[in-house]
């Protein structure tokens, strides 16, 4: 089983700790504010006040141990850097910090945080991109330039053929996959999801089809938006 350590539980740690527990991953959450820590303990594996720049107090926890570190630490500059130096030095397999500005996120970058999180300017971008697209159902960013997004099939889309749509050399993206909507009958009338890996050129898109499509940022965003 994964080993998440989730250091600093303002909103966003609180949060991250929650989810991850309530996922059945094995927790450490820690923060210097015991009443943080009691909030947290019933949701995770273990949940202990500690200074997290203090090293030997990051081994008893064995920070090292763990395969991702995410130092959540919202406030204070300095003890997130000195927190992200000591998960690093102590062997973290992945250490993911936290940043409030770019400046910052480009000296934890410096220091070796192996991913930056803005979570600010994450969830702006992302609401921009709803805004802009609403057929937007889902969006996983590969790297700074490419990205996985999940679009409800455009208007312009439906009853036509991956080959008609031509989206390889029209708009530059890739087809993955295709999620359906499926009526079968078992005790009345059911509809259940299926998913085409790698669909063919010859397939059809339907009406309520959800589109897995790859490809660099801007040429997701030129897709149809009806």
């Known amino acids: 089983m994964r080993k998440i350590a ?34 947290i303990k019933d949701h995770v594996t273990v949940a202990v006040q500690m200074d997290m720049t203090d090293e030997e107090a990051m081994r008893a926890q064995s920070i090292g141990e763990v395969d991702v570190c995410v130092v959540a630490i919202g406030e204070g500059l300095e003890s997130s850097l000195l927190t992200t130096l000591i998960a690093k030095k102590l062997g973290a397999r992945q250490v993911i910090a936290r940043a409030q500005t770019q400046s910052q996120a480009d000296i934890l970058a410096r220091i070796g945080a192996d991913q930056i999180i803005q979570p600010e300017n994450d969830a702006a971008r992302e609401l921009a991109r709803r805004l802009v697209n609403p057929q937007l159902e889902d969006f996983i960013e590969l790297d700074d330039e490419h990205g996985v997004v999940q679009l409800r099939a455009p208007q312009s889309f439906r009853g036509k053929t991956l080959a008609q749509l031509k989206l390889r050399s029209r708009y530059q993206v890739n087809v993955v996959a295709i999620k359906r909507q499926v009526e079968f009958r078992q005790n009345g009338k059911e509809t259940r ?10 397939e059809i898109i339907q009406d309520n089809d959800i589109l897995v ?3 660099h940022h801007e040429a997701l965003t030129s897709l149809p938006h009806e």
């Open 6 to 39: 989730v250091l600093g539980l303002g909103r966003f740690g609180m949060r991250l700790a929650r989810e991850l527990g309530a996922s059945g991953l094995e927790v450490i959450a820690a923060d210097r504010n015991g009443r943080l820590v009691d909030e």
């Open 193 to 202: 999801e299926r998913t085409i890996a790698v669909p063919g050129s010859e």
């Open 213 to 215: 499509l790859v490809g």
